[in-house]
């Protein structure tokens, strides 16, 4: 009597702890975080929180180009991308880097499936603003939330590429920044987790770096103003931005080679920085 009433008491707190969050990391990043950032996700997984990552992959992307001898450019910090340049970056983010993520997670015993925003029409793109001078570039119009459902309901871990695909079947290279603001808020997440190489935002406060545990998205354009947010920094703070839109409200700024981050940051910890949209 007392096992069932275990059991069940048991069923309902991993119920009540179920959630689903959104992971935005990059190929780079996420290639070089520890063995113990992946048991995490799997702990997470097996715990009945549902991770969904989308990942980026610039610099294999740019390496690749190099190898290939296919000049690469940016306009206004994306990347112009031609058909032979859009070759190379499906081939890298739905290929290599995907699957190399997809690997990472299996060998801590996780469950992890790789596809990109092309499959079954999952991200869903059309021409960006300013095509004619960034090429096959896209802005994502839709993304169909109930194929990540059901990779999620089968027991898998969905590790998505941001290539996306429009009606006709033409390819689309997306941000990946924008992807994962897409894929958060067609899920209805309020919150994302951006996993980098920095503890957070730094301030100087009296003398010393300290990492602001929250800020908007207004003081963070204030900073850059002032110059307290600057260099590598500033890139860093304008992703983490272009994911806040639709139902997103806040995202976490964490560095991937803290202890069990991910699991800290779900459980309420400060940590990193939170940036949050104000009404």
Known sequence: MNSTL???SAGVEKGAEKQTFVMKCGG??????????????????????????????GPAISD????????????NGLRKTTEPVLDVVEMVLAGSINKQIVRLIQSVGGRALGLS?????LIKAKPAANHAEI??????????????QGIVNMGYMPVIAPVGVDASGQRYNINADTAAGAVAS????????????????????????????????????DMIQTGEIY???????????ACIHGKVREVIIV????????????????IGTRIIRMQ
Do not use: C, Y
């Open 255 to 270: 560095d991937g080679s803290e202890p069990q981050i991910l699991s800290r940051v779900l459980n309420g910890e400060t």
């Open 117 to 121: 925003g092309v499959d079954g029409g």
């Open 28 to 57: 780079s990043t996420l290639a070089a975080l520890p063995e113990s950032f992946f048991a995490d996700l799997r702990d997470l997984q097996s715990q009945g929180t549902q991770p969904v990552i989308v990942h980026g992959g």
């Open 186 to 221: 067609h899920l209805g997440v309020s919150r994302m987790i951006v996993v980098t190489d920095v503890p957070g935002i730094m301030k100087t406060v009296n003398g010393q770096k300290k990492v602001l545990p929250s800020v908007s998205v207004q003081e963070i354009e």
């Open 135 to 148: 090429g096959w570039v896209g802005d994502v119009t839709g993304v169909q939330a109930e194929i990540i």
């Open 6 to 8: 275990q059991n069940e």
């Open 64 to 75: 690749n180009l190099a190898k290939l001898g296919i000049e690469t450019e940016f306009v």
């Open 231 to 241: 260099g590598g920094m500033i890139p860093k703070v304008r992703a983490a931005i």
